[in-house]
């Protein structure tokens, strides 16, 4: 069965510093991988997503991933925080059979950009 | 501009007054699904659909009920809503099947049932 873990639930950061949030995934195909935003009172909106190709991936407001099958790993970087960063990131695989496009979710990672 | 919309954003019911959840996208998508969000425990899908008239369940889909008359419609409809149901509800829109494809969501409707 697919499932996606995202470590640390909660991160804090310093304005300026490196942005590091963990996603490992369980799949038994090649897996379509995602990072989805949601900032307070809104809904999800895509970061950046791997579907197949080059395995760094790079997203909108400054984030990248890269998709590391030996680790199962889908980490999502940002070389330098904001505080406009400062939300819930959600980790996502997609079903590997069927036609129900459901995404697999992670428990999310609220991050919080401290000055 | 391309979008997913809810309404109502915000309710306070109270237990077994029947209620909808409107959801409708301009992207002309044939999928569509929505999800509740509670602390803990992430985004779990209610109901899916793949196009008109056709509907399935989710994950949890107890309590729920849905159609799918129009393409750019998808009601979310609690006959007799339960204090257990109070939870952060998106809907959801994404072109035709394709593993990696976007999906959109709109911007949520907070439910208290009371």
């Known amino acids: 069965a697919q499932s996606v873990t995202q470590l640390g639930s909660h991160v804090s950061v310093s304005e300026g510093a490196l942005v590091l949030l963990r996603c490992n995934y369980s799949s038994s195909v090649p897996p379509y991988l995602f990072w989805y935003v949601q900032y307070p009172n809104q809904g999800l909106q895509l970061l950046l997503k791997y579907t197949t190709g080059a395995t760094l991936v790079k997203g909108i407001n400054g984030f990248e991933a890269e998709f590391k099958k030996s680790e199962t790993s889908f980490h999502l970087t940002k070389p330098s925080a904001h505080m406009s960063d400062a939300a819930e990131y959600f980790c996502a695989v997609t079903l590997s059979a069927g036609n129900n496009r459901k995404l697999i979710w992670g428990l999310g990672t609220s991050l919080a950009v401290n000055p | ?76 409809i609690l ?25 959109y969501f709109g911007e949520g409707s907070w439910l208290t049932v009371v």
């Open chain 2, 79 to 103: 006959e007799s809503p339960s204090p257990n149901q109070t939870s952060l509800y998106f809907c959801a829109s994404s072109p035709r099947p394709g593993l990696g494809n976007t999906i």
């Open chain 2, 1 to 76: 501009e391309a979008q997913v919309t809810q309404n109502p954003r915000y309710l306070i019911t109270v237990t077994g007054k029947k209620l909808t959840v409107t959801c409708s996208q301009n992207m002309n998508h044939e999928y569509m699904s929505w999800y509740r969000q509670d602390p803990g425990l992430g985004l779990r899908q209610i109901y899916y659909s793949m196009n008109v008239e056709v509907t399935d369940k989710g994950d949890v889909p107890e309590g729920y009920k849905v159609s799918r008359k129009e393409k750019r419609n998808f009601p979310l």
